[in-house]
């Protein structure tokens, strides 16, 4: 396998050899047959419940319960999607769920390409060991301080409030600040020298030259922290119980537990899916480079 | 230590001043939480009426407690049955998804979707999914004559249910591996080609030990989410059947807001964080045996 891709055709010699360049390429060809196979099988396997979501969310009622599988539904039941539109209160849920993202994605993103300035483009003593202390919250599993700070938030008298959900984000996330660390760090030092050359202070520095040239992590930045706020489930079950001012997710999961119209839940688990998919398609180049940066350098 | 000069302090001014956000952060929303929760664990706390102190009796129960210890074993099959099964897989697709084939873009775009899809939905559609008697999973097991098992219905089979379904989410690990695999230094393949190895050769000694950072990398990760695991289990299973996937989360998160056991919860929560930094050091300092770090690191 691994033998195609390092080796754009620098097989042993003997190989060369014996068979001669007709027999390499035949083998060539024959492995990327066999890797193309192997991986169609894989893109099968991650993209069929994808299939089946979509094919559940078109089916009549009466055919959720069939055992046979029928993957095209017949008759095509569009109409499921516009009765969860209605019968559910989708409108409101969603409009709930955007005015939490907007905030997560403000504060996230102005607050971590802030704090990151400080663990890169100004060299203080500290500053390597505090930065240990962000990449170690990554690492904490949220439970550890899940109580304390819903008994602090109750004590402020935000339950029941988007307050607890979106005010955290202005104190910056350690995964991004790491993200913009690590963005900063790669810019010369001869564009702050400059600008300060010229009178220009930090803050001036961060907000006229850094920021502008850091919209692809900005971009990543703002589309990660959508999608965790997007999804997010363990907070709004914590802090919302108020049904008008449910999200998508607690909405959906409050139905579930009242024998619900499958056919229709899967319809609103399409249209909570699409928009994620959608933007993942506009930034797949910077997120993955995201990712992979942090398997590297972590 | 040298004394500072006028430009150090200044510079520690200026550093300080831009981290202080999230200086100010960590003490509200880390520090002060998981000092105040090594409080509530030494009291009964029902949130209603103020904390009583009560010493050690939390621990006390939390030991003498069944359910606590099936939790813990829960979200160890998890971690020691779950993770060497992602360990292999991901790793496995990880080199497919490197070999340069037509469409590759496309094969690494469709193995990092489903980590998009909101977990809400993901629960239902895997609950579907492996319905025992209409879930598809059991309908192409039917057709090549298997009978397939209860999955979420049966107490031997809901544990491998959230490892199937959770191997179906790992692309963010994927991508990882892959990113890793850009780091192997060509020249040792062309050494292995030199010597006569074969593809599995090539993997063992030269791909395994390259990527061994990586796997570090990725396995604490691993470690750290099954102890978070949560959302999935507390919408399919909710801890059942028979207690089969009440997972450490699932079983803290009930002890805090369905019976409003605060102090106990904390108990919970302190002693999460006990494991899960025990385990971090363990798997580093196991490290130093079997993770390779090339000259240049």
Known sequence: MLGVDERTGAPGPAIVGARGRQGLNWRKGGRVLLLEALLIIVALIFLIPFAWLISMSLKPDSQVFATTIQWIPHPVMWSNYAKAMTEFPFVRYFTNTMIICVFVVIGATASSSFVAYGFSRVQWPGREMLFVVVLGTLILPYQVVMIPQFLLFRSLGWVNTYLPLTVPAFFGNAFFIFLFRQFYMGLPSELSDAARIDGCNDLGIYWRIILPLSRPVLATAAIFSFIGAWSDFIGPLIYLNDANKYTLSIGVQQVIGQAPNWTQLMAIGVVMTLPILVLFFFVQRTFIQGISFSGIKG | ?297
């Not at chain 2, 909710?238 to 056991?261: D, E, I, K, R």
């Open chain 2, 1 to 297: 230590m040298p004394r500072m000069g006028a430009m150090e302090w200044r510079n520690l001014r200026v550093g300080l001043f831009f981290v202080s956000p999230w200086l100010v952060g960590l003490v509200i929303f880390y520090l002060y939480p998981i000092a105040s929760s090594l409080y509530y664990s030494f009291t009964d706390y029902n949130v209603l009426q103020p904390p009583t102190f009560t010493g050690w009796s939390n621990y006390q129960q939390i030991f003498n407690d069944a359910n606590f210890w099936t939790a813990l074993g829960n979200t160890a099959f998890m971690v020691f049955v779950g993770i060497p099964i992602y360990t292999v897989v991901d790793i496995a697709v990880a080199i497919l998804l490197n070999a340069k084939v037509p469409g590759q873009a496309i094969y690494r775009a469709i193995v990092f979707m489903p980590t998009l899809i909101p977990v809400v939905v993901l629960s239902i559609l895997w609950q579907w999914l492996l319905n025992p008697q209409s879930g598809l999973i059991n309908e192409l097991l039917a057709a090549v004559n298997i009978n397939g098992p209860g999955w979420y219905a049966s107490p031997e089979w809901a544990k491998p249910a959230f490892i199937v379904m959770t191997l179906w989410t790992t692309g963010n690990a994927v991508v990882i591996y892959l990113a890793g695999l850009q780091d192997v230094d060509r020249t040792l393949y062309e050494a292995a080609d030199v010597d006569g190895a074969n593809w599995w050769h090539k993997i063992r000694h030269v791909t395994l030990p390259s990527l061994s950072p990586v796997i570090l990398f990725n396995v604490i990760l691993a470690v750290i989410a099954s102890f978070q695991f949560f959302t999935q289990a507390f919408i399919i299973t909710n801890g059942g059947p028979m207690n089969a996937t009440l997972y450490y989360s699932l079983y803290l998160y009930q002890n805090a807001f369905s019976y409003l056991h605060m102090g106990y919860a904390s108990g919970l929560a302190w002693i999460l964080l006990i494991i899960a930094l025990a385990l971090t050091v363990l798997i580093l300092r196991s490290s130093a045996r079997w993770v390779y770090y090339a000259g240049s690191r």
